[in-house]
């Protein structure tokens, strides 16, 4: 399991599932600039147990068709390079309301985490862009806007 965040002075971003998928099972060629921000720890990916729960249902899935040895090494390279934020009280009316409640998760975790960017490919969150931004400083990035954004931000 991850270790909690501790003074952490890393930009911190969460990602969503799908984009962990690409990450970490998928090797995604369309998002090398982030994988290299992880890989240089330029970055602090934030999780919790609830977004760490959904990793494992869906590396199980029959369509990834994944055995337990790749969910298993997908998973250990995700405990890696993850910090798991600890639990904090209810932001309930602060954080915007995500259409999809299944997708609600990361964007209460990106405004727990005081996250600098959440990344998804999730329509519902990516429509919370301006709110999130608004309220938290937190900019909300697609996959295909994510190396811009690292390279202005980041400095990769």
């Known amino acids: 399991m991850p270790t909690p965040i501790s003074g952490e002075s890393k930009p911190i971003i969460v990602l969503d599932t799908n984009i962990v998928l ?56 995700y405990d890696a390079f993850v910090k798991i934020t600890p639990e904090r009280a209810s932001l309930l009316g602060i954080v915007p309301r995500c259409r999809d409640r299944d997708d609600q998760k ?15 490919k999730d329509h519902a969150v990516l429509g919370l862009k301006r709110s999130m931004k608004e309220r938290f400083g937190c900019d909300v990035l697609g996959a295909s806007h994510t190396a811009e954004w690292l390279i202005e931000n980041i400095k990769l």
Not at 27 to 54: F, K, W, Y
Not at 106 to 120: E, R, T, Y
């Open 22 to 77: 690409d990450w970490l099972v998928f090797e995604d060629g369309g998002m090398p600039e982030l994988m290299t921000a992880i890989a240089h720890q330029q970055v602090q990916i934030v999780s919790n147990a609830e977004c760490r729960d959904e990793l494992i249902r869906v590396l199980n899935y029959p369509i990834f068709k994944l055995g337990i040895e790749a969910q298993q090494l997908a998973l250990a390279q």
């Open 106 to 120: 990361f964007v209460q975790l990106a405004a727990h985490a005081s996250a600098v960017a959440l990344i998804s």
